[in-house]
């Protein structure tokens, strides 16, 4: 059979309950400027990604035989990946559930939004913001909130000991200061 006959698959066949990563019935939050930034991604592929590529794939289709034309079908995988990120975006920001760590009332516990410094049981200082799963990037101490240690923290407050399970077991760490920014 014809590979032009046959469905590729996207790769992100789900039922559509839960957007990915999230545990069941659980709400998908997100800071404003992780909002901003996921909106402005979609903008970006709708906009300027897609129509480029798309005349890209017109201008390859009118060459001839599109079988071993090279811009052509990497045209077409390039489409079909943007695509495919254009739906998990828009469902995501469907989904999204906007809370501004600038209006968090009690301010002397650990909520979504939450700056906090901690020490490690080896007095090592560490800083993190709890966000959402989309915003998360451990390398400038975004922490996703349904991580271990999110977890852990959440309505902790300042001198708190709290318990972290982690794969090497449990580890103890301490609140020593908590912020929230925006």
Do not use: E, L, M
């Given at each position: 059979m014809s590979k032009a006959f046959t469905k590729e698959s996207d790769g992100d066949e789900d039922d559509g309950a839960e957007p990915q990563g999230l545990p069941p019935?659980?709400?998908n939050y997100m800071r404003p400027r992780g909002f901003d930034a996921l909106k402005a991604e979609l903008t970006q592929l709708l906009r300027v990604e897609r129509p480029r590529v798309v005349e890209v794939v017109s201008?390859?289709?009118?060459?001839g035989d599109r079988s071993e034309?090279?811009?052509y079908l990497y045209g077409k995988k390039r489409l079909r990946e943007i695509d495919r990120r254009i739906r998990f975006l828009t469902k995501r920001l469907e989904s999204a559930h906007v809370v501004d760590p600038a209006q968090q009332k009690k301010r002397d516990q650990v909520f979504f939004g939450a700056t906090v410094t901690y020490a490690n049981s080896r007095d090592d200082e560490i800083t993190?913001?709890?966000v959402g799963i989309d915003e998360a990037d451990m390398e400038r101490g975004l922490i996703?909130?349904?991580s271990p240690?999110?977890?852990a923290l959440l309505k902790a407050s300042e001198g708190d000991s709290v318990a972290v399970r982690t794969p090497g077991g449990v580890e103890t760490i301490e609140v020593i200061a908590i912020a929230y920014d925006g």
């Open positions: 019935g659980s709400k201008w390859a289709a009118g060459n034309n090279g811009d993190v913001t709890i996703s909130w349904i240690v999110a977890r």
